[in-house]
């Protein structure tokens, strides 16, 4: 299936055809289950903390004597079965980050953006750049191209386009080095400059 190449008016100038040694047509729907849940596990902080018996403030005395009162007998006032007391088996600061194989997340990538170009949810841009920073004129462009929410995936992009992005409410743009599934699904169009999509198929194609 041929990718238009837009200009910066939204208006068709050319296709590409996807290389059929890197985009085979099918698409690998169990790695992006894999691939997000190890993105959202990577993103997590961990920061979650409790006090065991030990660490909780208080005296370690014996409150009474083990025998005679009538009363249970108790050993400290941090025991976890009294209030203020200390907590057992909670949760201490931890990394939820794991690995899936380097061939693995990068099939995941290939197959998310064949999910794209299967769905005709992915656009490419002659070029992007922009005069000045400004966020209007980065959505002037996405607009014209009639793009609702985007992730935008550019080769080394200037100053002046990140800049212009970064405030946008449904686009991200990210550099052709941070490319992954999770992104690519997230959003409704894949959008790439066609440099960066040349290079990407390069890459793709090792």
């Not at 837009?6 to 289950?33: Q, W």
């Not at 052709?176 to 793709?204: G, Q």
């Amino acid at each position: 299936m041929a990718i238009e190449v837009l200009d910066r008016e939204g208006k068709k100038i050319s296709e590409i055809e996807p290389k059929k040694e890197v985009f085979t047509g099918t698409v690998n729907e169990a790695l992006f289950y894999e691939t997000v849940k190890m993105q959202l596990a990577r993103k997590r902080l961990g920061c979650a903390s409790t006090k065991t018996r030990a660490e909780v403030s208080g005296s370690g005395r014996k409150p009474w004597k083990q025998k005679g009162t009538g009363r249970a007998r108790s050993g400290s006032i941090r025991s976890p079965i009294w209030r203020h007391g200390g907590t057992v088996f909670g949760p201490h600061p931890r990394d939820y980050s794991y690995r899936i194989p380097k061939k693995s997340a990068v099939l995941a990538v290939k197959s998310a953006i064949q999910h794209k170009i299967n769905e005709g949810k992915i656009k490419l841009f002659d070029s992007l750049d922009i005069p000045v920073p400004k966020s209007r004129l980065a959505l002037e462009i996405l607009k014209k191209a009639n793009f609702v929410s985007a992730l935008i995936i550019a080769d080394a992009a200037d100053r002046n386009i990140k800049l212009a992005t970064r405030n946008l409410k449904n686009f991200k743009l990210l550099d052709l080095a941070a490319i992954n599934a999770y992104d690519i699904l997230r959003y409704e169009t894949l959008v790439m400059t066609k440099d960066a999509f040349e290079k990407m198929e390069s890459r793709l194609g090792k």
